[in-house]
């Protein structure tokens, strides 16, 4: 019998609040601004114990958590200008933003690159492209004078876009393999159904039968 589970339920749930939130971004400058403080929040802090327990250098554990820790202030400042309106009509704050979005992918890749190429870290192919890419977008947005919270909005519309696809899709396998349950449920049960009503008649036949042979006369 296939495995099931209710997850396709959470899967549907978060996939349509991840596209509500990703169109309403697009039209709320306030809310580019709390949601990327949160995401930068959240991926410095997650990377805390897996990074620093898989570090062999003590050198590497200190710069990896330097790096940690900026982000998360820079995060928590995001978070906090956002949630009290500072952001609107101040160009002082949209600078702020600009470059600590700057900051954050530059220095991500800086620690990379350096952890890689002067303290002998090993890496993978598709790990060193990501950085290039971080350093590559840290330094547009550095030097980008027209750079806005539009240009982030685009991309949280298009990941949340895509998010929420992988989400509905992941979700429809889900409920795909509940009713495929429900189906081979529901078939056994018709069969043990089947069963029982055809043991029946063949008790019912097995009864007559012994009942007739009772009541055939006896000839000696």
Same mark, same amino acid.
């Given at each position: 019998?296939?495995?099931?589970?209710?997850?396709?339920?959470? !899967?549907? $749930? /978060?996939?349509?609040?991840? *596209?509500g939130?990703? #169109?309403?971004?697009?039209?709320?400058?306030? +809310?580019?601004?709390?949601?990327?403080?949160?995401?930068?929040?959240?991926?410095?802090?997650?990377?805390?114990?897996?990074?620093?327990?898989?570090?062999? !250098?003590? $050198? /590497?554990?200190?710069?990896? *958590?330097?790096?940690? #820790?900026?982000?998360?202030?820079?995060?928590? +400042?995001?978070?906090?200008?956002?949630?009290?309106?500072?952001?609107?009509?101040?160009?002082?704050?949209?600078?702020?933003?600009?470059?600590?979005?700057?900051?954050?992918?530059?220095?991500?890749?800086?620690?990379?690159?350096?952890?890689?190429?002067?303290f002998?870290?090993?890496?993978?192919?598709?790990?060193?492209?990501?950085?290039?890419?971080?350093?590559?977008?840290?330094?547009?947005?550095?030097?980008?004078?027209?750079?806005s919270?539009?240009?982030?909005?685009?991309?949280l519309l298009?990941?949340?876009?895509?998010?929420s696809?992988?989400?509905?899709?992941?979700?429809?396998?889900?409920?795909?393999n509940?009713?495929?349950?429900?189906?081979?449920?529901?078939e056994g049960?018709?069969?043990?159904?089947?069963?029982?009503?055809?043991?029946?008649?063949?008790d019912?036949?097995?009864?007559?039968?012994?009942?007739?042979?009772?009541?055939?006369?006896?000839?000696?």
């Amino acid at each position: 019998m296939k495995k099931y589970s209710y997850g396709w339920i959470l !899967k549907f $749930v /978060l996939a349509a609040i991840l *596209l509500g939130i990703g #169109i309403y971004m697009f039209f709320a400058e306030q +809310v580019v601004y709390l949601i990327t403080g949160v995401v930068i929040v959240i991926f410095s802090l997650f990377r805390v114990v897996p990074l620093l327990k898989t570090l062999n !250098k003590e $050198v /590497l554990r200190t710069l990896n *958590l330097i790096e940690i #820790i900026a982000d998360v202030l820079i995060g928590g +400042v995001l978070i906090y200008v956002a949630a009290t309106n500072k952001f609107e009509n101040s160009d002082l704050w949209a600078n702020v933003y600009r470059f600590a979005l700057a900051f954050f992918f530059y220095a991500r890749a800086l620690v990379y690159f350096n952890s890689v190429v002067f303290f002998d870290e090993k890496t993978e192919i598709p790990k060193f492209w990501a950085h290039i890419i971080s350093i590559t977008v840290g330094t547009i947005i550095a030097v980008w004078k027209d750079f806005s919270y539009d240009t982030v909005a685009m991309i949280l519309l298009i990941v949340s876009f895509l998010g929420s696809a992988y989400l509905g899709f992941d979700g429809f396998k889900g409920y795909k393999n509940y009713r495929n349950f429900q189906l081979e449920l529901n078939e056994g049960k018709r069969k043990a159904d089947g069963e029982r009503t055809q043991r029946e008649i063949e008790d019912s036949l097995d009864i007559t039968i012994d009942k007739e042979d009772d009541d055939r006369p006896i000839v000696n």
